[in-house]
């Protein structure tokens, strides 16, 4: 099939794309630069028709739906798509011509957790922007498939992380090194209240998994969503661990209440431990499974592995 990537050079798309060409899919990307960020351009990707734009200039400068107009498929990943406007724009173009249509959402959609594990049909209760949009977005495509026969799925994936993509770390933060650093030498970690705030990574090639298997089973996928995480979600104090069993030791963790954690770790990392905390994403996977047979390769501990191999690897973590 002709499939159309929107934004397809990106941590999904990185490993998405090769799948699809070894799949056998022409497959058309649009990015701004072509090629792919976190995998070897030499594989896969010389197969690959390149449109070279920037959606968000063509949106401002009103081209972008000339720009859709032109282009021919009969799937459209559309991966980088952030508002309802911009959403709005593609069933437009794509109404009446496309096969199937597939929109990268995010498990903010779902908001902070309240039964865990999160199923699909749970209600939305969206507490950031972002989370909000998402959750308008995937409405929209609902009822464009449930009154129009739009042909859309949605595909919501937690934490993406890659080999060179480093995960959410241990304390919830995206704090470089340091964590592992800790860890690693048996130094202490502050965790935020009860250290039980959970986390619910996902490896970005699961998440091209998700989408590949949406598209190979496209009648079960037509109007549906799912969620493109790891087989189980960790709390902090798992993650934590993990990480340092994968270094012979036990954490060494100090537990501090959330509103004064920023004292020890900053306010940039704080704020985001606050994000991740408040959410506690925890989703199922058994939805993914039963209708389109997804079985993620990597849990969180598989994710941290690969990535602190990577960090010695490129002489980010000594040891
Ligand atoms: N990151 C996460 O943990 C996470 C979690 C849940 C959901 N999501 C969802 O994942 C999606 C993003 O996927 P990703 O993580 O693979 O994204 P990404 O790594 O940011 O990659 C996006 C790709 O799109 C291209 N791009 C960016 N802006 C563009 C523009 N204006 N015009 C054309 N191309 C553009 C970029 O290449 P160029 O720079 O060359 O243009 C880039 O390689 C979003 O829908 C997000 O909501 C992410």
Redesign the pocket.
Known sequence: MRVLV?????????YLVPRLVRAGHAVTV????P????SDPRLGWPQVTWVT?????EESAGTWTARLAALEAEVVID????TPQQNHAMVQAFAGRIDHFLH?????AYGPTQQAPYEERFARRPVTD?GIN?AHIEADLYAAWTRQGFPSTVI??????GRR?LPIDPQGSRDGVGVYERLAAGAPVHLPDTGLATLHHVH?DDVAQLFERALQHRQAALGESFSAVAPYALSLVGCCTCVAHLFGRQPELEFVPLERLAQFVGDTSASIIYDHVRHSPCASITKGQRLLGYQPRYTTEEIYVEAIEYLRESGQLAG
């Open positions: 929107i934004g397809g050079t990106g941590h999904i798309g990185s649009v990015a701004r630069r090629q792919p960020q976190y734009a920037d959606r968000a200039a991966l980088i798509c952030y990268c959402g995010t498990i903010w972002y998402k919501h994936p937690g934490h993406i992380s993509w970005a």
